[in-house]
């Protein structure tokens, strides 16, 4: 079966060509603004099995992936900055607490509509942080499309202090951990 990343995100493809297998990427256009009362959580969930649904339905004998996340600060769901004022203030509540990631994972089998999913937590741990860091982080990175207006993979490292969860992957946005197991169910072996 061809496999196929349903997402934008360069972070994204990055991580699935860690796994060595081929693969396509189609961008689906959903609409990701939360619906009144959702959960972090259900939210994600939804998004990433909207976009692998969406893809899957123009695309017999794929398998698709589709994965969303959200940050949770101060109880709030923050999602990709998108401008630099937006990421100060997201840095800023961030600084010196803990911070939750929502990132869910959808495979979709477009012949037999089998669908898997899952929605994995990641807590990470900011270090008390000075504006003149935020803005120097800010000024040479430019993670405005980072949920979180963090980018752990490069400098945005040096943000924090603490990481826990199962799957570091997770924190970029695709569990590849939990990926593997998902493509096995559908007879996809990596090694």
């Excluded at 061809?2 to 493809?13: D, T």
């Excluded at 695309?59 to 923050?78: E, F, M, T, W």
């Excluded at 630099?84 to 600084?95: C, F, G, I, N």
Aim: a neutral charge.
């Amino acid at each position: 079966m061809k496999l196929i990343l349903a997402s934008s995100s360069p972070y994204r493809r990055e991580l699935l060509e860690r796994l060595q297998i081929p693969f396509e990427v189609m961008a689906p256009e959903v609409d990701e603004t939360p619906r009144p009362g959702e959960t972090p959580e259900k939210l994600v969930e939804r998004l990433a099995i909207e976009k692998a649904q969406k893809i899957a339905g123009q695309k017999p004998g794929a398998l698709v992936i589709g994965s969303d996340q959200v940050a949770i600060y101060n109880g709030r769901i923050v999602g990709k900055p998108h401008s630099h004022d937006k990421a100060v203030e997201q840095l800023r509540s961030a600084s010196g607490r803990a911070v939750t990631l929502y990132t869910a994972l959808a495979l979709v089998n477009a012949d037999t509509q089998r669908l898997q999913c899952e929605v994995i937590p990641y807590r990470v741990t900011f270090r008390p942080l000075t504006d003149a860091q935020i803005e120097a982080y800010l000024h040479k990175e430019q993670p405005y499309s980072c949920a979180g207006s963090v980018k752990s993979e490069g400098l945005g490292i040096a943000l924090l202090e603490k990481f826990e969860g199962d799957d570091p992957n997770t924190l970029i946005g695709l569990p590849l951990i939990r990926l593997v197991r998902m493509l096995e169910n559908e007879g996809i072996k990596i090694i």
